[in-house]
Structures are given as structure tokens and as C-alpha cells.
Nanobody, 118 residues
């Protein structure tokens, strides 16, 4: 069982920045993929950014160049640095862990609210 705890969500003005954190209860290098998803009201949950155990990253095209996913193995924490935030980035952001195997196992955090507004 892996627990994921997100933090860092807040109300921020357009153009501002936030850094989200996701603390895992186990070594993040034992997790095959760690991702940030988001879900806005009335919309489906979407993958925002991800990093594999090997360090490969991927981004939603609309956030590439503005968001950066990174990790700190000593703290078992994954971060999402979000710059130049836009109102359309408003959503609940969720941390997700994927452990590949037979079967694959997924874990989700409870989410943290990001609101971009004046």
C-alpha cells in the first residue's frame, strides 16, 4: 500500500506560480511512474505531467514550457512547479502512482485545489 499526500494548492492570480508537492509513503524509485492529473468542474480528469523511475518526463501540450515535474528521492516527494498560471489551469490536482506488475497497481492522493483567478 502506498499513501500519497498532496500539498501546495492555493488561490493565485493569472501569471502567478505555485509549486505542488506529493509525498509518498515509500521510495519513489520503487514506483514505475508518478504523475500529476487534474480535474476541473464538469470535465474529465486529465494527465498533466509524469515522470518514470528512469527519469523520463511527459507533459500535457497545453502546460509544456510552463509546468515542470521533478522529484527528490531523499524526501520521497514529487513536485509540480507551475509558472505563468492561467484561469484554465484551475482544477483539483491529484498525485498518481503506477506500479507495474501482474496486475498493475495504482494509487491516488486526495487532491489539492488550485484556483487561478483575480
Amino acid at each position: 500500500q502506498v499513501q500519497l499526500v498532496e500539498s501546495g494548492g492555493d488561490l493565485v492570480q493569472p501569471g502567478g506560480s505555485l509549486r505542488l508537492s506529493c509525498a509518498a509513503s515509500t521510495s519513489i524509485f520503487s514506483i514505475n511512474a508518478l504523475d500529476w492529473y487534474r480535474q476541473a468542474p464538469g470535465k474529465e480528469r486529465e494527465l498533466v505531467a509524469g515522470v518514470t523511475a528512469g527519469g523520463q518526463t511527459n507533459y500535457l501540450p497545453t502546460v509544456r514550457g510552463r509546468f515542470t515535474i521533478s522529484r527528490d528521492g531523499a524526501k520521497n516527494t514529487v513536485y509540480l512547479q507551475m509558472n505563468n498560471l492561467k484561469p484554465e489551469d484551475t482544477a483539483v490536482y491529484y498525485c498518481h502512482a503506477d506500479i507495474w506488475g501482474d496486475p498493475d497497481v495504482e494509487y491516488w492522493g486526495l487532491g489539492t485545489q488550485v484556483t487561478v483567478s483575480y
